[in-house]
């Protein structure tokens, strides 16, 4: 979905509501994200703002089983007119200085059309977690089947009922040390 800077101009508040519904090209991506976005008008460029709702399909890192992740995006975007870099350097514009908040912005591309599905695509993107992890009752790695008690000794104190069973991920370093606990 692109808009054009040049009809935003042209609309009676300046603004334009745009319903959002599209499906993304994010594979854990179950629903479309949905939500509502106001592109305004503001002092010297483009304001894009709003709220997008996604359903993410992940795998747990930790048990490996799938479970379901709704992912809530604010969206908070400033676009300026195209400016040459250049000519900022040769007035003499501060080379180091400290970054604020309004001085991250984009570019409104030459051609005049704003990407608004991109802009989402970046933020559910940025948003979605990078390491997953099903909930606070994850029962960890499963174990495999078969495996009953085959453990090493917690506390050393060699009794039956202290013995926990060997993850099955380091299992196979006990067959490198088999006389160590």
Not at 100 to 119: H, R
Not at 124 to 142: D, H, I, K, N, Y
């Amino acid at each position: 979905m692109k808009i054009s800077v040049d009809d935003l101009k042209e609309t009676p508040q300046r603004r334009e509501l745009i319903a959002f519904n599209e499906n993304l090209p994010i594979e854990e991506a179950v629903k479309p994200a949905v939500g509502e976005l106001v592109l305004a008008m503001a002092a010297g460029g483009v304001k894009l703002t709003g709220n997008v709702k996604s359903l993410l399909k992940l795998h747990c890192q930790s048990c490996l089983r799938p479970y379901f992740h709704v992912l809530n995006v604010d969206i908070d975007e400033y676009f300026v007119p195209h400016r040459n870099a250049l000519a900022d350097f040769e007035m003499g514009a501060p080379r180091d200085k400290e970054l604020l908040k309004d001085d991250f912005y984009d570019e409104i591309p030459e051609d005049g059309f704003i990407d608004i599905s991109d802009i989402v695509y970046q933020a559910v993107t940025l948003a979605s977690p990078v390491f997953s992890r099903c909930g606070e009752e994850c029962p960890g790695p499963q174990m495999p089947e078969g495996s009953h008690g085959s453990g090493v000794s917690g506390s050393g104190s060699g009794a039956a009922g202290d013995e926990k069973p060997i993850d099955p991920r380091w299992k196979n370093l006990k067959t490198l040390f088999p006389n160590q606990e």
